[in-house]
């Protein structure tokens, strides 16, 4: 077959991007910026990694097209680029759950363990919306709630829920979500209320889900 063969071309790009996505610290990143955009000292800050391995890896992330960064003010700020990035994020975690037995491990030994009710769909939950017969916990950091959220949600951050908790209606089931499948901070927020005798459940996607599928979504 020829070297210049426009399929080995493409698959040859195709590879490129995979490696790009073939690394824990950029995926996370994605997952970060997913939520809204970000500075570097954001992104920093909540992955624990150093600022100059976090402002490499978007750097490799921007060269393959999944981000984008621009200064605003002193900082340099990093946002998802146009198209399917949340999608391909998600068809590889499928992948990997339908395919490798250590992922399904980790799933069932630590995230089935905290939380083994059924959690709630997109469909489910859209519908609960809109007959109002639910009360929905956006439990991510406030800055990326106002950069998005699903409509009706509250934010109630996971460090600030025992001091609110008041604002909970009782007697009303809750879904709590946070960043995505995998986020922890609502697994923990859906552990802590069951504690406290709420009825609650997960949503089974995060945010960045619910708006690459095109359901509706508020700024605040």
């Known amino acids: 077959m020829s070297s210049d063969n426009p399929?080995?071309?493409?698959?040859?790009?195709?590879?490129a991007l995979a490696r790009v996505l073939g690394n824990e610290h950029r995926l996370e990143l994605l997952e970060l910026l997913a939520q809204g955009a970000q500075p570097v000292e954001v992104l920093t800050a909540r992955t624990g990694i150093s600022f100059a391995n976090v402002s490499q890896h978007l750097q490799q992330l921007r060269k393959a097209g999944l981000v984008t960064g621009g200064r605003r003010g002193k900082n340099i700020v990093y946002r998802l680029q146009d198209g399917p990035v949340v999608e391909a994020v998600s068809a590889l975690r499928a992948l990997a759950e339908h395919n490798m037995a250590e992922v399904r491990d980790v799933v069932?030994?630590?995230?089935?363990?905290?939380?083994?009710?059924?959690?709630?769909?997109?469909?489910?939950?859209?519908s609960r919306l809109e007959s109002d017969s639910v009360t929905l916990l956006d439990v991510r950091p406030a800055d990326e709630f106002r950069s998005g959220h699903i409509p009706q949600a509250r934010n109630i951050t996971l460090a600030a829920l025992e001091g609110r908790i008041s604002e909970l209606p009782e007697g009303r089931e809750i879904i709590a979500y946070c960043r995505g499948p995998y986020c922890v901070l609502s697994f923990q927020a859906v552990e802590a209320l069951r504690a406290r005798g709420f009825?609650?459940?997960?949503?089974?996607?995060?945010?960045?889900?619910?708006?690459?599928?095109?359901?509706?979504?508020?700024?605040?």
């Open 108 to 126: 069932a030994r630590y995230f089935d363990e905290i939380d083994s009710l059924e959690p709630v769909g997109a469909g489910e939950l859209l």
């Open 199 to 220: 009825a609650v459940r997960r949503f089974k996607e995060g945010f960045p889900e619910w708006k690459a599928a095109g359901y509706p979504v508020e700024t605040a």
């Open 7 to 15: 399929k080995r071309k493409l698959f040859s790009h195709f590879a």
